[in-house]
């Protein structure tokens, strides 16, 4: 049965992997599983979420728009993630679920695979967008040959709303000196703190250069600690979504307010010009 291959959503932790398209998303969660099996390429690829998560066995499982699943095998997961094999989305694919082994250390952990924000295709942003409530921890991939677009920016401050915890992934360092790097992290640092006040905390990665360092560092850094109290955690994620829905509230409640004060003010300015002297006597 799926409850035996997959935990229940209400003891997993969703740590989603953002960012641009051909950002590298699906290349950093290839590297942290030890295999290819999320379908990588020259163009955008992702076209549907895909969630990682521990399995005793590598299995997959596809839920369609209404609710209905079913098992497929590993090398068919292209068939159904990518815009290339299913464009448009036309099989109407919700999400694919991946039992990975590799994730047996994390079992509390379900890594989130989300097709590219601002792609020719616009369904695959909208797609990402639609998902991006569920997210309880982020890590927003941000490529060091173009870092910080505005796009980018849009989502780590929508995210910071959404998610506890958040983490900027620099990926593909391997094409900057060790002081151009440093450079870029000074860049970001200083974004962060003029967009969202505070500064976050950047991971540099490649899987081209000290590939095992760069993994080493992503385990400790970010898997670990998500797991060492996972009903805190999920606290945390709880209390931070009700506190952002009631920021939320109270904001769309002032925009009302003073679209009803407008209102009133307009009425009586209108009252005042038709009911002039003449009119009143």
């Given at each position: 049965p799926y409850t035996t291959l997959f935990r229940s959503d209400e003891t997993l932790i969703d740590v989603a992997v953002l960012g641009q398209f051909k950002s590298g998303k699906s290349s950093l969660l290839n590297a942290v599983i030890g295999s290819n099996l999320l379908p990588v390429g020259a163009v955008p690829v992702t076209a549907v979420i895909t969630r990682l998560v521990a399995g005793k066995k590598s299995t997959a499982r596809v839920t369609d728009l209404d609710g209905n699943s079913e098992s497929i095998s590993l090398d068919r997961i292209a068939d159904f993630v990518t815009e290339a094999l299913n464009p448009g989305n036309r099989r109407r694919v919700a999400m694919v679920d991946v039992g990975v082994s590799a994730l047996r250390d994390w079992?509390?952990?379900?890594?989130?695979?989300?097709?590219?924000?601002?792609?020719?295709?616009?369904?695959?942003?909208?797609?990402?967008?639609?998902?991006?409530?569920?997210?309880?921890?982020?890590?927003?991939?941000?490529?060091?040959?173009?870092?910080?677009?505005?796009?980018?920016?849009?989502?780590?401050?929508?995210?910071?709303?959404?998610?506890?915890?958040?983490?900027?992934?620099?990926?593909?360092?391997?094409?900057?000196?060790?002081?151009?790097?440093?450079?870029?992290?000074?860049?970001?640092?200083?974004?962060?703190?003029?967009?969202?006040g505070t500064e976050l905390p950047v991971i540099p990665f490649s899987i081209r250069r000290d590939r095992d360092q760069c993994i080493a560092r992503l385990r400790e850094e970010v898997l670990v600690p998500l797991v060492e109290s996972p009903a805190r955690e999920r606290q945390a994620v709880f209390v931070h979504k009700v506190r952002g829905l009631a920021t939320a509230c109270v904001e769309y409640l002032k925009i009302a307010l003073q679209s009803a004060v407008r209102v009133t003010a307009d009425r009586q300015r209108l009252r005042a010009a038709i009911l002039d002297e003449t009119v009143q006597e």
């Open positions: 079992p509390n952990l379900r890594l989130v695979d989300t097709p590219g924000l601002g792609s020719t295709f616009g369904h695959n942003t909208q797609a990402t967008k639609d998902w991006l409530p569920n997210v309880a921890a982020a890590l927003v991939v941000v490529s060091a040959d173009r870092p910080l677009s505005d796009d980018e920016r849009a989502l780590i401050v929508d995210v910071r709303k959404l998610a506890p915890r958040v983490w900027v992934i620099l990926s593909k360092i391997d094409l900057l000196e060790p002081q151009q790097q440093t450079e870029v992290i000074a860049f970001l640092q200083g974004r962060f703190r003029e967009y969202i």
